[in-house]
């Protein structure tokens, strides 16, 4: 299917993906980044699969879907010439072990259902050993075991389970799914109705929290509960993606593993929580960002695991053919030992958000901001990969010097704003002399806009954020010569490209192009409304509103090529400026 075509749903430790003709095609237990025990996503139903719907359909896709109300419970029904059904999935919350509910409920009439299950562990390449306990299927992998309940009977046909029922209206049928490690005994199994009841209240309890009252709530709320989705509830760690290796490209290479704490994803999630009224999830981020990044200055990665985990190799899973051909599927993700500077602004900069909304201080916080201050001060001068995780060359990249002084800024106003302790003259003398290079080396006065790089032609959408993060106010002639450059050179079909791939692979590294990034689309139609042309940044924004999919989800970019969301699914890094778009223009 395409990617535009599942649904998330998730327990804020793990998440599955959903597909519009009821196929459980992705999930990793029992944390976002363990290896998968249903991966047809990146392969076929014989890497793992879950389908359920109506029996001799094709596997059709649901006539309609929704989630139920503000929360991750996902309903899908079928309209079918003996009736309608209804398939409610969900991932209640974690009590001991991670559970997985369907239940079916008969609409009207009655309606024949079937249900195909392949469990495959180590994402496809374990086909585990399955038992029958009564009415529940016992699977055990190496380190992996899984129960399935099934209150009707699965027979086996070579290495999947299939069985078949009938459901009429009033009536419910339940599946449960649990996971645990295969040396400790059988779980506690849950009452599946009595889950989704407490489920559905605990979605509904958060979102009341929400203090955004705008035009686009609804589009907000979607973004922030996936947003939630995306953290792991035991550290408060927000990962950018639940998925691996969905093409930037499609049948291309650039395919890349998500399931991490990226400190720039993440400090940018969580000013959109903290917009929104969520301070609780600031305190939970910074207390695992305190442990994550708790050593030296120097030490300072640009992402970590969900537990703070600093080792995240990458290797290529060659058993694996890829979502559409998308080769090669990465597990790990290289670039983690990337230097990236603008990550010490916008750790600094969310840090003095969290501050300024409300949260207490924290002495250890401020200790460890000013040796990141000084790492900033020794080393801002320095060509680096940059935001965009280049795997070319090291350059000097403009976005990256910007954020080097927004974090000498906002340590200043630490100092200035909250009292804090710090050299801040040596802080204002550093921050003058970065703001005078960039304005010096980074901007062509001929095209009057600036560029990517010390010395180079090309645009980079990430100018856009200049006036956002407050380098040069709005009106500096400036930032309205660059919004304009960046709207001339980098927008295919009205959305806008990070930069320009085609002309100049040598940037990154890669063969192959990309489609538009999302995340930069949303940044220009937020430059456009500080620069005052809010007609044209509310039609912006509302095309890309456009592109989410049936349920309020987007991926990483859109590819105008094919007219399809591409890049790993659902996206932080793409919901997250929705959000303060959605703000900003209201």
């Excluded at 094709?58 to 079918?80: C, F, K, M, Q």
């Excluded at 035991?234 to 704490?261: H, K, M």
């Excluded at 120097?298 to 985990?309: H, K, P, R, S, W």
């Excluded at 990249?397 to 340590?411: E, G, I, N, P, Q």
Aim: some cysteine; charged content about 25%.
């Amino acid at each position: 299917m395409r990617i535009e075509d599942y649904a998330l749903i998730g327990d804020m430790q793990s998440a599955a993906l959903v597909g519009l003709n009821g196929s459980i095609d992705w999930l990793c237990l029992p944390r976002f980044d363990s290896p998968s025990c249903f991966g047809a996503l990146l392969g076929d139903e014989g890497h793992g699969q879950w389908w359920l719907g109506p029996a001799g359909s094709g596997h059709a896709p649901a006539t309609r879907r929704r989630y139920r109300g503000e929360t991750l419970v996902l309903e899908s029904e079928w309209d079918t010439p003996g009736g309608t059904v209804r398939v409610i999935d969900f991932m209640p919350a974690r009590q001991t072990n991670p559970d997985l509910v369907r239940i079916v409920e008969g609409v009207s009439g009655t309606v024949e259902m079937s249900t195909e299950i392949r469990i495959r562990f180590d994402y496809g390449r374990i086909v585990p050993w399955v038992r029958r306990d009564g009415d529940l299927l016992h699977a055990v992998g190496g380190p992996d075991s899984v129960w399935l309940h099934s209150p009707v009977p699965l027979h086996s046909d070579g290495y999947s389970h299939e069985g078949t029922f009938q459901v009429s209206a009033g009536e419910r049928v339940a599946f449960l799914f649990t996971w645990h490690p295969s040396h400790e005994p059988r779980p506690v199994e849950i009452d599946p109705f009595e889950q989704l009841t407490e489920t559905e209240a605990l979605w509904a309890e958060w979102v009341e929290q929400c203090c955004y009252k705008g035009p686009w709530r609804e589009a907000v709320v979607r973004s922030l509960i996936t947003l939630k989705a995306l953290t792991y509830a035991p550290t408060g760690g927000i990962v950018a993606a639940p998925t691996t290796s969905l093409p930037e490209d499609l049948g291309g290479v650039r395919n890349w593993d998500y399931r991490f704490c990226w400190l720039r994803d993440a400090t940018m999630t969580l000013e959109a929580l903290i917009g929104a009224g969520y301070l609780q999830e600031a305190r939970d981020w910074r207390a695992w960002l305190l442990r994550a990044i708790a050593g030296r200055a120097e030490d300072l990665q640009i992402m970590y695991g969900v537990a703070g985990e600093r080792r995240l190799p990458e290797m290529e899973i060659g058993w694996l053919p890829g979502y559409e051909g998308s080769r090669p599927v990465r597990i790990g993700n290289g670039a983690v030992n990337q230097l990236q500077l603008d990550v010490y602004g916008e750790v600094m900069n969310s840090l003095y958000l969290s501050r300024t909304s409300g949260m207490e201080p924290d002495r250890r916080a401020w200790t460890i901001q000013r040796r990141l201050i000084g790492y900033v001060e020794d080393h801002w001068d320095e060509p680096d990969e940059g935001l965009w995780e280049v795997r070319g060359p090291r350059r000097h990249f403009t976005h990256s010097k910007v954020m080097c002084w927004v974090a000498l800024d906002r340590a200043i106003k630490y100092v200035e704003v909250l009292g804090q302790d710090g050299p801040v003259e040596r802080w204002k003398e550093v921050r003058a002399r970065i703001h005078a290079e960039i304005c010096d080396k980074a901007f062509d006065p001929v095209r009057g806009t600036f560029t990517q790089a010390y010395g180079s032609q090309e645009l980079d959408a990430a100018l856009l954020l200049i006036p956002i993060v407050g380098f040069l106010p709005p009106e500096d002639p400036r930032v309205i010569g660059t919004i304009e450059a960046v709207e001339r050179e980098l927008l295919v079909d009205g959305f806008v490209l990070r930069y320009p791939v085609a002309r100049d692979n040598d940037v990154d590294g890669l063969p192959g192009g990309e489609g538009s990034f999302l995340a930069c689309s949303f940044w220009l139609a937020e430059a456009l409304a500080m620069i005052g042309r809010r007609e044209d940044a509310v039609e912006l924004f509302e095309r890309l509103l456009a592109l989410r999919n049936d349920v309020g989800l987007l991926s990483e970019e859109y590819d105008p090529r094919y007219g399809r969301l591409v890049g790993n699914f659902p996206q932080a890094f793409s919901h997250v400026p929705l959000i303060h778009t959605a703000r900003a223009l209201s």
